[in-house]
T-cell receptor
Framework: DTGVSQDPRHKITKRGQNVTFRCDPI?????LYWYRQTLGQGPEFLTY????????KSRLLSDRFSAERPKGSFSTLEIQRTEQGDSAMYLC??????????????FGDGTRLSIL | GQNIDQPTEMTATEGAIVQINCTYQ??????LFWYQQHAGEAPTFLSY????GLEEKGRFSSFLSRSKGYSYLLLKELQMKDSASYLC?????????????FGAGTQVVVTP
């Protein structure tokens, strides 16, 4: 079990640029979640995939944000025309559906985005 | 949606016990999770409660009272490495996909 991995760990970019982050979940997990976390706050839900299907998007996710999971394995989160307010830690988590409802979500170390 | 409240910070000495409280309001409760998060690292799963009562896992225990909308995480025999943020997260019945709503976290500082 190699855990959830995210790339890059850090991204610094100028306002207005596009950025893309990648998440590789634990291999047998079919559920994948994206969260955003700012300093001193807990993670906020952004979007969810079951296999390749995106089943829910938070109202926090503006039209500038798009996420994909094309083959039901890795996922990408793209932010277009970045703004100062997008600066945050972007966390990916995965879980299995399993037979029990208490399947915990396992988180990656996140991608820290800084907008100049 | 949910309102999840937990204290911002707690300080305790090595070897002591600390209890972190979490209160929540939800339209349909479907489980409560506790996570530990060290600065700059991923949240790691600690415990899960869906029924009332105490769940014990080594030095960590978690308690739930659904009627009171209340949970606590108990950390015993505190070690310096326990200095971290502790996140309370609730899952709602309406969120069948397992989405979690997190509190802001409680920063625990363990002193020598």
């Amino acid at each position: 079990d190699t855990g959830v991995s995210q790339d890059p760990r850090h991204k610094i970019t100028k306002r207005g640029q596009n950025v893309t982050f990648r998440c590789d979940p634990i291999s047998e997990h079919n559920r994948l979640y994206w969260y955003r976390q700012t300093l001193g706050q807990g993670p906020e839900f952004l979007t969810y995939f079951q296999n390749e299907a995106q089943l829910e998007k938070s109202r926090l996710l503006s039209d500038r944000f798009s996420a994909e999971r094309p083959k039901g394995s890795f996922s990408t989160l793209e932010i277009q025309r970045t703004e100062q307010g997008d600066s945050a830690m972007y966390l990916c988590a995965s879980s299995s559906t399993g037979g029990r409802s208490n399947q915990p979500q396992h988180f990656g170390d996140g991608t820290r985005l800084s907008i100049l | 949606g949910q309102n999840i409240d937990q204290p911002t910070e707690m300080t305790a000495t090595e070897g002591a016990i600390v209890q972190i409280n979490c209160t929540y309001q939800t339209s349909g409760f479907n489980g409560l999770f506790w996570y530990q998060q060290h600065a700059g690292e991923a949240p790691t799963f600690l415990s899960y409660n869906v029924l009332d009562g105490l769940e014990e896992k080594g030095r960590f225990s978690s308690f739930l009272s659904r009627s009171k909308g209340y949970s606590y995480l108990l950390l015993k025999e505190l070690q310096m490495k326990d200095s971290a943020s502790y996140l309370c997260a609730v899952r709602d019945l309406t969120d069948s996909w397992g989405k979690l709503q997190f509190g802001a976290g409680t920063q625990v500082v363990v002193t020598p």
